[in-house]
């Protein structure tokens, strides 16, 4: 009964690849989320950018002076929908 135990434990035990297979499947996960946070941080720090020349210009041009181009590329990139038509269940 005692071998059993023994070679059931040993069996079973975490070898060192079994703890690195494991371990490189939580460091590739943690990766990703840093490298989440890393786009995230350029994704804010272009708003921001965006945002502090669009009020420097506005400073110096003044607000009627100053062109938002968002706009434009807000609106050219809208389709137009197709409309849906319903028909009546024959």
């Known amino acids: ?21 494991s371990a490189l499947i939580e460091l590739r996960m ?7 946070r890393v786009l995230d941080a350029q994704i804010h720090a272009d708003y921001y950018r965006s945002r502090i020349a669009f ?6 041009k003044g607000i009627e002076q100053v062109y938002d181009y968002r706009n434009d590329q807000h609106e050219t990139f809208q389709a137009p929908r ?3 038509k319903l028909t009546a269940a024959q």
């Open 1 to 21: 009964m005692l071998n059993w135990i023994v070679k059931w434990a040993s069996h079973h035990a975490p070898s060192p690849e079994r703890q690195a297979e």
């Open 30 to 36: 943690e990766l990703f989320r840093a490298e989440q």
């Open 55 to 60: 009020c420097e210009e506005v400073l110096k």
């Open 82 to 84: 197709p409309s849906l």
